[in-house]
């Protein structure tokens, strides 16, 4: 196993993050053991998950993922240490959780005092922010003119993320969260936290998450060039694009319990011909290369230029198998260069 280090908190993080939405839909407490104990037995140390969780979301599902890790640390006290533990406070919108409020200073004590409980641990290596109060170019909001930043309020959206840095400060002083980061945000919202970090010594974000995969690669090269240089962890979620990359999809295929089958359909925007077209050629090249669909996607996420570490997750344990071990073995410069003319036809597929 490959570690890298965590921006500028000095954690030293696996390639492989362990993302854990499925645990409590999908999987059960069974599962979920399995899968920890086999990934920590390949080196991963790194595993995120989020108040949110399971997915989808809902008011039924809200906090189990949390509490599945609960009990697991519960009954492994001593791997804790050897853990890195990610988890994020929901932003607004639903309103199961805390009526749908957006994030405040108060909102970030009360979130980490109950993953805390839910974790059954003392602390969190990683509080991130699932993402921000002010509409986001992220989840299919991407096109131009999706989002009307100019209707945004600067001045209002700034002094909300400063007190969300103050109430994030109190939890770092009581020393129930290590360091703090960011999911779903953007380059302004990066560089707004770290100005507002530096002129009131608050703590600095230093990560964010987002999605990132050969079928929605939006964030290179800007967002990722500043994280590089802002000593910002970049950790790709969904590098398998929902499991389209795995080509499980293609010729409208829903394998009994796979995520589509459960999704609705306004959530399947990423449903394009121009995707199944873009899946179809990655899957080809795989084959020629000898290796499945899915390592081919994620060990291209692994070898862009400043990633930290990849979110992955499964299902079943084979999966996870095959995934860990994509990072492994580099791709060829033959599979490189097969991939990127692909992907000069489909730079944005959906």
């Given at each position: 196993m490959?570690?890298?280090i965590?921006?500028s ?11 854990s ?5 999908q999987n ?19 595993i ?8 989808p979301?809902?008011?039924d ?9 609960g ?7 001593q791997?804790?240490k050897?853990?890195?533990l ?5 932003g607004?919108?639903l309103s199961?959780?805390?009526?749908g ?9 009360q979130?980490?005092?109950a993953s805390?409980?839910r974790?059954?641990t ?11 109060n002010?509409?986001?170019p ?10 009307r930043?100019?209707d945004i309020?600067?001045?209002d959206?700034t002094a ?10 109190r939890?770092v002083?009581?020393?129930?969260i290590r360091?703090c ?8 919202g ?5 100005k ?7 703590p ?12 929605h690669?939006?964030?290179w090269p ?5 994280c ?18 795995t ?11 796979s995520?589509?089958?459960f999704?609705?359909?306004n959530?399947?925007?990423?449903n ?8 179809a050629?990655?899957?080809?090249i ?16 692994d070898q ?6 990849t ?18 073995t580099?791709l060829t ?8 003319s692909?992907?000069k036809?489909?730079?944005a597929?959906?």
């Open positions: 490959q570690f890298s965590l921006g908190s000095g954690l030293s993080v696996s390639r492989v993050c362990l993302g939405m499925t645990w409590g839909f059960n407490q069974q599962d979920a053991n399995q899968q920890i104990d086999y990934a920590l037995s390949q080196g991963v140390n790194f995120d998950t989020a108040e949110m969780y399971a997915v979301p809902s008011a599902t809200y906090g189990k993922t949390e509490t599945i890790i009990n697991w640390l519960a009954a492994n006290p791997r804790r050897d853990i890195v990610a988890t994020k406070i929901a607004p919108g199961w959780v805390r009526n409020d957006p994030i405040t200073g108060d909102a970030i004590v979130a980490v005092d805390l409980k974790l059954q003392s602390y969190i290596d990683l509080f991130q922010l699932h993402w921000p002010r509409p986001n992220h989840f299919n909001q991407h096109n131009p003119n999706k989002i930043f100019s309020n600067t001045a959206h909300q993320m400063l007190d969300i840095l103050q109430g994030l400060k939890c002083v009581a020393g129930k360091f980061g960011l999911s779903d945000d953007t380059t302004w990066i560089n707004t936290y770290l507002l970090s530096e002129q009131y010594d608050l600095r974000m230093v990560s964010i998450q987002n999605e990132f995969s050969l079928l690669a939006k964030d800007y967002l990722i060039e500043n590089v240089h802002e000593d910002i962890a970049y950790l790709p979620w969904s590098p398998l694009a929902t499991g389209l990359l080509g499980k999809y293609l010729n409208e295929a829903r394998p009994e319990g995520r589509w089958t999704s609705q359909p959530k399947l925007y990423r394009t011909d121009n995707v199944h077209l873009a899946t050629d990655y899957v080809d795989a084959h020629q290369h000898g290796i499945t669909p899915a390592q081919l996607a994620l060990a291209w996420c862009v230029d400043g990633v930290t570490s979110i992955i997750g499964a299902t079943t344990l084979p999966q996870l198998t095959e995934n860990i071990s994509a990072f492994a580099p410069p033959q599979a490189l260069a097969d991939i990127a692909v992907f036809r489909f730079p597929p959906f």
